[in-house]
Every structure is written in structure tokens, then in C-alpha cells.
């Protein structure tokens, strides 16, 4: 489905950077370079499983003719079904209706994205209305940028296990904890801060450079992470802070798992009707895929055609893997929708081809965190970071085609700068010359790296991090898979509590 000729090196000299070099020598914990090596499913340790088939939905009655309405067989099908994947044989069959998926465990699996595809003729908004407004007051519907005709939705557990008790840094891993009672070594909890009245988190996280977040509201910081040791009232993570811990932000360990976990969509095609696009904030929902308070879950092989909106993937340690997206709509400005692709937390999007062009081809969306969006290739590539504090986020070896409007955002108003800290773009190619980005799109603290431009380099390590190394001589060309390999090459070393 997708072709990743862009990946290689073109056989020039090749140059390192100074914030990582050749296998991560220059590298250091609560650096300016984040480590992104925890995105994705399992924390990026394990493939994608290969779940068995344990069903298919001609068993509950699907036909698969593109007339006959199969909405009801699939739901069947995934009320029934209490672990295991469904199979969907090749054929079209149309939707109507949401499809639910609501528990652990459970895969839509096609015969491949050709084959196996999902007609959907009804927008979200008529299925299941929910109109709302923009930050202007603008009359739209929340499926403008939310939702999906298949929907993976679970919640998080949010209990507080214990208390943060003392300050730690970005780059530590130690906390110091009110109990350590019924915490156990190889657990996974989430660090969770909360932003306060005066919006100092919010103002951290951006590197004290936000902009106007006089509409910010209420959030959490929060990451992910397996308990490595535990001595005393003390816990060791197996990866470093990503945020500082104080404790005018009510610092806590909680509980890392959810409802949904282990579940996925793969091998299918969606499409949706061949009408006019009519622009920004007319979408009524024709949206393929959505991802909600759910962990370790996947999308893998899909194709996407006509949609106002691709995925919206929310969740923590996503992955998503060989998505192709192309339209035949007639456009409104040149565009033939709003959102292509989004990420939520310790997320992976790869080997993507967006081959049309969206208001948003790719976007980090509010308090997304620790994604990777790598290998992949846009016609007219939008890196849309979306206000409300996306930081530490990875743009990693992508071909941006024209790259006409790469730094092109959307975001209500008053809601900060559109990146915040240490958002990270390395080897972006592109056909034309990438100037750096407006001041208003982020702080000093964001990292780029080998990208085509004709700006020169200008390399503070407290201030603007502009290296001009040419992508087709940049290594590691990903850096990723680098930081991922140098990590699990030292996983088992001993903890040293300090």
C-alpha cells in the first residue's frame, strides 16, 4: 500500500547532530531532545499482534453486496464476540450506524484494504447529532473534529494509587511517593500533574514563551510508564520524566490502564459518498476511524476515500501503521477536508500516504504528548499543531511534498501557541525550501533537524535549535527507530537507586 523509497539516504556524505550524533552519544536525559522511544503499542517492544480469527460477520447475517445494509450484522457480530478477531470477507458492505467498539480485545479485520471495504453513506452528525460551536461562537458540528464510523472508545482508570511527595526534574526517574502499598515492579502507572489557577504548568510547558491562554482550560499533564524498582517510599519509572513534578501541580501516581486495550481495525477500506466538500467547520462527520481513552490499541492496512476526516486517534500508546488516504471530492479552496490524520499520546503514526490534500494533513491536537509521526509522505504536507499545549512531539523522516504550508494551524483563539516545548521535526524533505516557522507557532525550545531550507543553521542550546544539515545527509535517518534500538540494546542494565 505504501511505498517508502524516500527512506534511504542518497549515498552523500553523511552528517550527525549535535543533539544526539551517531548512536546517541551526544544525548542526555531532560535534554533538549526528548526521548520518544516509549511511543507506541507496548511502548514500541512488541509488533502488532496477529490476533485469530474467530468469527466472521457473514456469520451474523452481513451480505457484503454494497446494497443490502450489514450494520446490524457487525454489531452483532461485536456484541458477541467476547475476545478474538472478526473477519470481514471481501466485499462492500454498507454502514449506517456507528460501530461500537466498547471492550478489550476485539479486531475488525478485512481481507485487505482493496477487498474488504466499509461503504458509509450517512454522516455522524445525522447518525448521532451533536452540534456545538467554535471558540468564535460559529455554529459546527463536534464531528468536525472528533469521531469516527468505527469508534474504539474506553476510559481510563484515573484512580490516584499515591501522592507525589516531592519535587523531581524532567529526566529523572526516581519519585518519591506518600505509599508505596500495592505497587509492584513491572507495573504500568500514568504521572499525572494538574494544571493550577495561575497556569504556571501550562506556562512550563511552553517553556515560559505560551503566548494568550486567556480561554486555556483546566488540564493534566500526564504520561505512561512500568514501575522498574521500588525501594522504600521511593519508585523508579523505566523511562525519565517528561515533565518536571512540583507540588503546587497535586503531582500523583494513577492507575495506567483502561476499559479498551489490545483492540484494532485492520485491512479495510472505508469510503464515503462522492459530494462537494463546502470547507472549514461545514463537516457533517463523514469521518473513517476514532480512538478514545483507550491504550495499546492499533489501526493497521486501511485505505480511506472521500472521508471530511481520517482518523482521529486519541488514546495513549497507539499505533498506526500503512494508512493511505485519496478523495475524489470536488474541492472548496483546494481541499477536499478538514482533519487527515491525528495522534493523541505515546502514539506512533508510520508509513502513511495522504494523497489529497486536507485543511490539516497531520495534527497534535490539545496536551498531546510523546507521539511519533514518521515515514510518511502528503502531497502538500500541514503539520498542524493544534493549540492547547501540544509538546515533545516527533516529526521524523517525511517526505512533505510541496511543503507550501507545513507550518499552516488551526486552534481556537487565546489557547497558546500552537507547539509547545521541544517539538521535535528531523529530516523533513520537501520539493521546495522550508523557511522556519513564524514566532507565534511555538517557543525556542522546539528542535529542527535536517530539514530542506536554505536558512541557515543557528544552533543555542537555550534558545533556537535550527540545524541545516541537508536531510539526504542527515543519520540516523530516523530517529526513532535510533533512540528505540540504543534503549532496548540497554534495557536489562541494573537500576542504581540515587
Keep these: 500500500m505504501f511505498s517508502a523509497?524516500?527512506?534511504?539516504?542518497?549515498?552523500?556524505a553523511q552528517h550527525v547532530s549535535e543533539l544526539w550524533g551517531q548512536t546517541g552519544?551526544?544525548?542526555?536525559?531532560?535534554?533538549?531532545?526528548?526521548?520518544?522511544s516509549f511511543a507506541g503499542y507496548h511502548f514500541g517492544e512488541d509488533p502488532l499482534p496477529e490476533v485469530e480469527v474467530v468469527c466472521s460477520v457473514k456469520d451474523f447475517g452481513a451480505v457484503g453486496d454494497g446494497v443490502h445494509d450489514d450494520t446490524q450484522a457487525f454489531k452483532d457480530a461485536i456484541a458477541q464476540t467476547e475476545s478474538g478477531a472478526i473477519f470481514v470477507p471481501p466485499g462492500r458492505y454498507v454502514i449506517t450506524d456507528i460501530l461500537w467498539i466498547r471492550k478489550p480485545n476485539i479486531v475488525l479485520r478485512g481481507a485487505s484494504a482493496e477487498q474488504s471495504v466499509l461503504y458509509c453513506p450517512t454522516p455522524l452528525e445525522t447518525i448521532l447529532p451533536d452540534m456545538s460551536q467554535t471558540t468564535t461562537g460559529r455554529p459546527t458540528s463536534n464531528y468536525s473534529w472528533s469521531g469516527g464510523i468505527v469508534?474504539?472508545?474506553?476510559?481510563?482508570?484515573?484512580?490516584?494509587?499515591?501522592?507525589i511527595t516531592a519535587s523531581a526534574q524532567r529526566g529523572d526517574a526516581w519519585l518519591d511517593v506518600a505509599s508505596t502499598d500495592g505497587l509492584r515492579v513491572g507495573e504500568v502507572v500514568k504521572v499525572s500533574a494538574h494544571a493550577d489557577a495561575e497556569n504556571t504548568l501550562v506556562d512550563y510547558l511552553y517553556s515560559g514563551d505560551a503566548g494568550d491562554?486567556?480561554?486555556m482550560p483546566t488540564f493534566r499533564a500526564g504520561m505512561r510508564a512500568r514501575i522498574k524498582a521500588i525501594d522504600g517510599q521511593r519508585v523508579e519509572l523505566e523511562r525519565s520524566l517528561s515533565f518536571d513534578v512540583r507540588p503546587e501541580w497535586n503531582p500523583s501516581l494513577k492507575g495506567g490502564g483502561s476499559s479498551v486495550y489490545e483492540s484494532g481495525v485492520e485491512?479495510?477500506?472505508?469510503?464515503?459518498?462522492?459530494?462537494?466538500?463546502?470547507?472549514?467547520?461545514?463537516?457533517?462527520?463523514?469521518?473513517?476511524l476514532a480512538i478514545n481513552g483507550a491504550v495499546n490499541c492499533w489501526v493497521r492496512n486501511v485505505r480511506i476515500f472521500n472521508s471530511d476526516s481520517g482518523i482521529f486517534g486519541g488514546g495513549y500508546n497507539c499505533t498506526f501503521d500503512g494508512v493511505l488516504v485519496e478523495s475524489e471530492r470536488e474541492t472548496h479552496k483546494g481541499k477536499t477536508g478538514h482533519h487527515g490524520l491525528q495522534v493523541g499520546r505515546d502514539s506512533v503514526l508510520e508509513n502513511f500516504d495522504i494523497r489529497t490534500e486536507f485543511i490539516h494533513d497531520v495534527t497534535v491536537d490539545g496536551f498531546a504528548s510523546g507521539?511519533?509521526?514518521?515515514?510518511?509522505?502528503?502531497?502538500?504536507?500541514?503539520?498542524d499543531h493544534h493549540r492547547r499545549v501540544p509538546y515533545q512531539n516527533l516529526f521524523s523522516n517525511l517526505d512533505c511534498g510541496e511543503a507550501s504550508n507545513i507550518w499552516r494551524c488551526g486552534g481556537g483563539q487565546s489557547l497558546g501557541k500552537n507547539c509547545a516545548a521541544r517539538g521535535t521535526f528531523w529530516r523533513l524533505q520537501a520539493k521546495n525550501n522550508i523557511a522556519p516557522p513564524p514566532s507565534d507557532f511555538g517557543p525556542p525550545s522546539m528542535n529542527f533537524v535536517g530539514l530542506t531550507t536554505d536558512s541557515p543553521s543557528?544552533?543555542?542550546h537555550d534558545g533556537i535549535w535550527w540545524e541545516?544539515?541537508?536531510?539526504?545527509?542527515?543519520?540516523?535517518?530516523?530517529?526513532h527507530a535510533a533512540q528505540l534500538a540504543r534503549r532496548l540494546a540497554t534495557k536489562h542494565q541494573p537500576s542504581i537507586a540515587k
Design 371 to 383: 507521539n511519533v509521526i514518521k515515514n510518511g509522505r502528503a502531497l502538500d504536507m500541514s503539520l
Design 213 to 215: 491562554v486567556a480561554k
Design 468 to 479: 541545516a544539515i541537508p536531510p539526504e545527509e542527515l543519520t540516523p535517518i530516523e530517529l
Design 458 to 460: 543557528v544552533l543555542e
Design 267 to 288: 485491512e479495510l477500506g472505508f469510503e464515503f459518498p462522492n459530494i462537494p466538500y463546502e470547507g472549514h467547520f461545514t463537516e457533517p462527520g463523514y469521518n473513517a
Design 151 to 163: 469508534w474504539i472508545k474506553g476510559k481510563y482508570d484515573d484512580a490516584v494509587i499515591t501522592l
Design 5 to 12: 523509497s524516500f527512506l534511504a539516504n542518497d549515498g552523500s
Design 25 to 36: 552519544e551526544a544525548w542526555v536525559p531532560g535534554g533538549r531532545l526528548p526521548d520518544f
